[in-house]
Nanobody, 127 residues
């Protein structure tokens, strides 16, 4: 069965770090851009970061630039989101999703672009 699975969420104090993982199950990420999204209680889901299929170029939401880093794992079927200097406003359920964009530079953070979605992992930033 084709799907993606997130892991790595948890409770962290303000200023702390977490690394989220997104693993592709049943397919390869070679031809997919991967995006991370988040949804806080009472708010709409928003794009956080994405990485392209071909040249691993990246895009970030302004709110996380300089603090979050998206990258591909060595096995090429896992994508990570390294989150540093976390703030209470980063508290949300984080989702990864895939966008079929073979041989394409660049990626999009529009929710409608993405096909396979994980179940999400909770990130809570609180003292």
């Amino acid at each position: 069965q084709v799907h993606v699975v997130e892991s790595g969420g948890g409770l962290v104090q303000p200023g702390g770090s977490l690394r989220l993982s997104c693993a592709a199950i049943g397919f390869t990420l070679d031809y997919y851009a991967v995006g991370w999204f988040r949804q806080a209680p009472g708010k709409e889901r928003e794009g956080v970061a994405c990485i392209s299929s071909s040249d691993s170029s990246t895009n970030y939401a302004d709110s996380v630039k300089g603090r979050f880093t998206i990258s591909k794992g060595n096995n090429k079927n896992t994508v990570y989101l390294q989150m540093n200097s976390l703030k209470p406003e980063d508290t949300a359920v984080y989702y990864c999703a895939t966008d079929f964009l073979p041989w394409t530079t660049g990626c999009f953070m529009s929710i409608s672009e993405y096909d396979y979605w994980g179940q999400g992992t909770q990130v809570t930033v609180s003292s």
